[in-house]
Structure formats: C-alpha cells, structure tokens
C-alpha cells in the first residue's frame, strides 16, 4: 500500500515556518512529505527534530538540475542529513524537448547525475508537466511523445513521478502512463487539472477521474502517492481535501 504525502510547493504561500507547517501536515493525517524550495532557508536541525517529533518521512525532494550542477556536495549533504533517499528533478525548459537531439543531451546529463547520486546512496527521479507530453514524429510509434524518448533515452534506474493532472493538461490519458511506466514509477503526483485551462485545481474539481483510474493506479508499485496543487487559493483546505481524497483511494 502506498504511503501518503504532500508535495511542499502547495504551501509555499503560507507565512509561517517550515517545522510548523510539518506539524499541521501530520495532523492531518499525511505519512509524509516532499521537500521544495524552503527547505533550503530552514536551519537543517529545526526540520530534522521537526521530522523526528511528528514522524513524517520524506518522500523525495525536488531539487533544480541546476542545483545539482553548481552545488552537488551541499545538496547531497542536506537531504542526507533529511534521510530523504530520492531527488527528483521538477522541471527542465520546454525547449529542450523540441528535438530527438536536445532529449538525448537532456538524457545523457540525467544518466550522469543518476550514476553520481547512486554512488552517493540517493535515487534520482523525473518529473514531468505538458510539455514534455508533446507527440514527436517517428515511424516505429504512434504518439510517440518526448517524454517517452526520455525514458528510453535513460537508465532504467532513474524513476519516474507521474503527474496526473499535467498528463491530461498534455493529452495524455494518465492510465496509459501508469501502464506503459509502471516499472519506472516511484512517485505519484495526485493532482488535478482544468483541461480547458491548462491549469491545476484542486483535487475532485477538475476533469481527473480518480475513480476510473483506480485499477491502473493500484497496478502500479509505487511507494508514494503526493498531493500537489500548484497554486491553490487556500493552500490548507487544499490539502485537507487532498488527504481526504488519498486516503479513499488508497482504502484507508
């Protein structure tokens, strides 16, 4: 059974701090969290004994590949000291997905900080949005996407988090990555989407079908479902039925 988790970025409004933001995500009943950007600007021991005393685990974190590039040692030794084991790379821009070309490059740099992060005990995942859902032309498959060059451009040991609102945002029935990816997902983004937008909402509000993707979801050995809304307007009672909607779900 999958744990349950909040990816932080949903929080990332809120005025308050780290370590107290960590104890109203445990009261709500989440297993854990996946660590963004304001981890970096909380001492490293408030959020550890903050973990210790509500005992969430961390999911992953997402750390820039730019990060990863200019400050390996310090990243690394941060999300040790969190005994977070997976990062996941959230975003690389739009354009490097234009071309067979430009995957490759993007492939080849992945494949190098996967062998790195391994030798450092620590896992490396992807994280795609829509535009890596885009179709490239070939001969050999149909909707052939980059995203799907990517993962065969790239070492079976980097994971994949898939996002289910970004897949429909790019097209891309969720179900169909869920099943074709199934070996490669470590990660599940629950999140929903407006499709006629092009932008996420909160969960159970948008044209996510939850229900008819049941089967495909619970296929799928993934050790975490996380709940993200990207820009919600009240961050807490975003997550408060975020969990509601994992937890019925995940049959809890």
Not at 17 to 41: H, K, N
């Amino acid at each position: 059974m999958p744990r349950l988790a909040i990816q932080l970025y949903t929080l990332r409004s809120l005025d308050e701090p780290l370590p107290a933001l960590l104890d109203r995500i445990a009261d709500l009943g989440y297993d854990g969290v996946e660590f963004a950007y304001r981890v970096q600007e909380t001492p490293t021991d408030e959020v550890r004994a903050a973990l210790d005393r509500t005992d969430l685990a961390v999911a992953a974190a997402h750390v820039p590949i730019e990060s990863l590039a200019v400050e390996y040692d310090a990243t690394v030794a941060l999300y040790t000291q969190l005994d977070c084991d997976t990062l996941v790379i959230p975003w690389i821009d739009p354009d490097r997905f234009e071309t067979v070309g430009r995957i490759a490059t993007v492939a080849e740099r992945l494949n190098e900080l996967a062998a790195d992060l391994a030798a450092d005990g620590i896992s490396l995942a992807y994280h795609h949005h829509d535009h890596e859902l885009v179709a490239l032309e070939s001969a050999d498959h149909a909707r052939w996407t980059a995203l799907d060059e990517l993962l065969d451009r790239t070492d079976d040991r980097i994971g994949l988090e898939v996002d289910l609102g970004w897949a429909l945002v790019g097209g891309v029935d969720p179900g169909l990555l869920l099943d074709r990816y199934g070996d490669r997902i470590t990660h599940i983004h629950v999140s929903d989407a407006d499709v006629v937008a092009g932008e996420p909402v909160g969960l159970g509000e948008g044209d996510l079908d939850l229900d008819a993707l049941a089967d495909a979801l619970h296929r799928v050995d993934a050790d975490w479902w996380v709940y993200e809304h990207d820009d919600p307007d009240d961050p807490i009672a975003s997550i408060t039925a975020g969990i509601d909607g994992l937890q019925r779900h995940v049959g809890r």
